[in-house]
């Protein structure tokens, strides 16, 4: 598929003009601009219309009275390409093609994509079959159809993404919301997320940027913006789809983009910053959290609450959500326990049961006094502060009222404190609308429902140590470049130990020899020994009879060669064995590990590692890390594993990605497996099989 140079997007993303070309397909989004408030000028393209939504057509894109910054092109595909082609000849700022049809169909899809693409030569094109960009700053929908806008009053988060449904779902629903771009990929024909990333980064009323994403064509790209995001102090979260096989065949029929298996993807947000929420309110909920209060310093939480049962599921969640829960200071907590009712226990969570009235100590109705509470649980211990309360619906009655003195004192808090402050409804409806609004315009973030609240507190934590540690590790190198899944030719496993000893990968003594003389290379090694087949055609020996291990004298080694003579030819269609690898059995083994390198067409190489030997695929653990390597990466990945520090793993780790890397044009797969771990420190490797591409 051909791909276009990517431009730059201001004129796209922040329009003075907008030109709208179709029929009732755009008169959607210009009624969103105009409730918006949308500023610019707007101009309809129709050759058939006298006006659409009031506004005068004009035939022609060539009749136009300027070029427009951007434009929404709601025309059938053909049609599609030729208004792009004379857009891009006009000197427009960018295009949104709606419309599928595309290489999402495959077969004359691509060929539709191709034409597009070409029709718009360095113009920036969103899409096809996408929705486009939403921008509430300014009011401008560039946009598939009529949508709320919801214009945020400060910085605000950006949302890009695959599926332009969930956008849908998300700018229409949700309220108290400070998004400012939604901008739908769709194929990403022209420009792709990374494109997008890069284009919101330029706003600087941009300060989180969420992402939802189902595949990946340029990984490096990919990487790369969201690494500038970080550069520029702006977190990125993101939401996953896609991973499994029925996901995948739904990502790219949605998308047409090469969807990233499950342990790519992580290895993919580990080195570049991204932290991944579970869900699409998740999202949302930690979108806000970034956007109102900002990054915390790092994972301490002080959690306020009007309930000991919330308070005893916070505290039981907190510690697998990687957040800590301090104790205010002892100073502090001597201030606490004279204002505070014998019926409060002073630790974190606490359990604020204070009433609403009061002649003593503080009341729910003593703002002053709550906020200062607050202040000295928190002070000095903690990097935010979390208050969960549902807020009952307001109406005659006036129960809200009796929340809302306390609720106030989160203004206080988080000008006293200096650190981000949240009030979160433990319910998703639990605080009223312009409540949040309130909050948002005061700095405090109104989150809603317990579960995703302490999923957006736990992500803030991960960022907050990635953003710390940003400068430590400087820029990964760049990713090898993909070359899909290309089959090759097998190297045997003699000739794979040799290619990697030369990287300084660690193996038992072996001889490559004939069949007839593998019991003078037993006697010449020493025993006890492994017979193993030596083929270029068989990948799994030990499937196919072709391993014989713990031989201890010439005779068991002779007849054990007889026997795997016959097992290989049953087993593998007559294949006829003639020579053999003889190899010295490795003594004192504590554990076995797998390491082995796959590629992926988008994101280059990857090396995993994980528990190994003949239960390899049913233990399944494992990591998982692009290549070129990043030290910190890996030392994490053996950590995780339970091998931090054990030098003789990592020596065999570096030896294998360092000769992927030599090899990174030809290499289809590799596997180490297993790598013998001894009880005196040593990783030796008895078996390799390297797999290369072209011909023998």
């Not at 709601?74 to 006009?90: F, H, N, T, W």
């Not at 030569?121 to 996408?130: E, F, K, L, Q």
């Not at 604020?352 to 928190?378: C, E």
Request: hydrophobic share 45%; aromatic share 4%; glycine share 10%.
């Amino acid at each position: 598929m051909l791909k276009a140079a990517p431009a730059r997007l201001s004129r796209l993303l922040r329009p003075r003009s907008i030109a709208f070309i179709g029929g009732s397909q755009v008169a959607g989004a210009i009624r969103a601009c105009r409730r918006g408030g949308y500023a610019g000028q707007m101009w309809v393209v129709n050759p058939h219309a006298e006006e659409i939504e009031g506004i005068a057509c004009v035939p022609y894109i060539e009749q136009l009275p300027q070029a427009p910054d951007a434009a929404v092109i709601g025309l059938a595909p053909e049609r599609s390409i030729e208004a792009v082609r004379a857009l891009a000849k006009a000197g427009a700022g960018g295009a949104v093609v709606m419309v599928s049809g595309f290489a999402e169909m495959k077969g004359d899809g691509n060929a539709r994509q191709n034409a597009l693409i070409a029709a718009a030569g360095n113009m920036p094109v969103i899409g096809p079959n996408c929705m486009g960009v939403l921008n509430q700053f300014d009011a401008a929908a560039v946009w598939g159809d009529d949508n709320h806008i919801e214009r945020p009053e400060s910085k605000a988060a950006a949302m890009v993404s695959q599926s332009g449904a969930l956008l849908i779902g998300i700018t229409n629903v949700e309220q108290a919301f400070p998004l400012g771009y939604a901008i739908s990929t769709g194929n990403q024909a022209v420009i792709g997320m990374a494109d997008c990333i890069e284009g919101v980064l330029e706003d600087d009323r941009v300060n989180a940027i969420g992402l939802y994403v189902e595949g990946m064509d340029d990984g490096e790209a990919m990487g790369r913006a969201c690494l500038a995001a970080m550069a520029k102090g702006v977190p990125v979260v993101a939401l996953k789809g896609g991973d499994q096989a029925a996901g995948a065949e739904v990502a790219q029929s949605h998308t047409a983009s090469m969807v990233v298996e499950r342990d790519l993807w992580e290895a993919f947000c580990a080195r570049f910053g991204v932290v991944e929420v579970s869900s699409p309110k998740a999202l949302v909920e930690t979108l806000k959290l970034l956007s109102i209060g900002g990054l915390p310093k790092a994972n301490r939480v002080s959690i306020v609450s009007y309930s000991g049962g919330l308070n005893g599921l916070a505290a039981t969640r907190a510690g697998p959500l990687g957040l800590e829960l301090p104790n205010p200071t002892p100073d502090n907590t001597a201030r606490l326990r004279e204002v505070l009712p014998e019926t409060v226990v002073v630790a974190n969570p606490i359990d604020l049961n204070i009433p609403y009235r009061a002649k003593t100590g503080i009341s729910m109705q003593d703002t002053t006094g709550v906020a200062d509470a607050i202040v000295a649980f928190a002070e000095g211990v903690s990097d935010q502060v979390m208050f969960f309360i549902d807020v009952p619906r307001g109406d005659a009655a006036g129960l809200d009222r009796v929340w809302c003195d306390s609720l106030e004192a989160l203004i206080e808090v988080r000008q006293k404190l200096g650190v981000p402050v949240s009030v979160a409804g433990i319910l998703p409806e639990g605080l009223e609308v312009e409540f949040r609004r309130h909050m948002i315009r005061n700095g405090v973030a109104p989150l809603l429902g317990f579960a995703e609240t302490m999923e957006a507190l736990s992500v803030s934590a991960k960022l907050a140590e990635i953003h710390a540690a940003k400068n430590e590790h400087g820029t990964p190198r760049p990713l090898f470049e993909g070359h899909g899944y290309e089959k090759g030719h097998i190297l045997d496993e003699a000739a794979s130990k040799r290619a990697l000893q030369e990287y300084g990968l660690v193996t038992p003594d072996f001889a490559a020899v004939a069949l007839e003389d593998a019991p003078a290379a037993a006697e010449k090694l020493g025993f006890p020994v492994a017979l193993k087949v030596l083929s270029t055609t068989i990948a799994h020996k030990a499937r196919a009879g072709g391993v014989r291990l713990n031989l201890h004298e010439a005779e068991d080694v002779c007849q054990a060669a007889e026997r795997m003579a016959h097992d290989v030819a049953s087993a593998a269609g007559g294949h006829q064995v003639t020579r053999v690898l003889v190899e010295r059995m490795v003594d004192g083994v504590a554990a076995e590990i797998i390491i082995g390198i796959k590629r992926h067409p988008a994101l280059g190489m990857a090396l995993m590692i994980g528990l190994g030997g003949a239960a390899a695929e049913q233990i399944a653990r494992f990591e998982t890390l692009l290549l070129p390597l990043e030290e910190h990466i890996l030392d994490a990945a053996l950590a995780h594993l339970g091998y931090e520090g054990h030098t003789g793993l990592r020596t065999a780790v570096t030896a294998v990605a360092d000769y992927a890397g030599a090899n990174s044009d030809t290499i289809v797969t590799l596997d180490v497996n297993p790598v013998m771990l001894t009880i005196d420190g040593k990783a030796i490797a008895t078996d390799a099989l390297i797999v290369l591409a072209g011909k023998t």
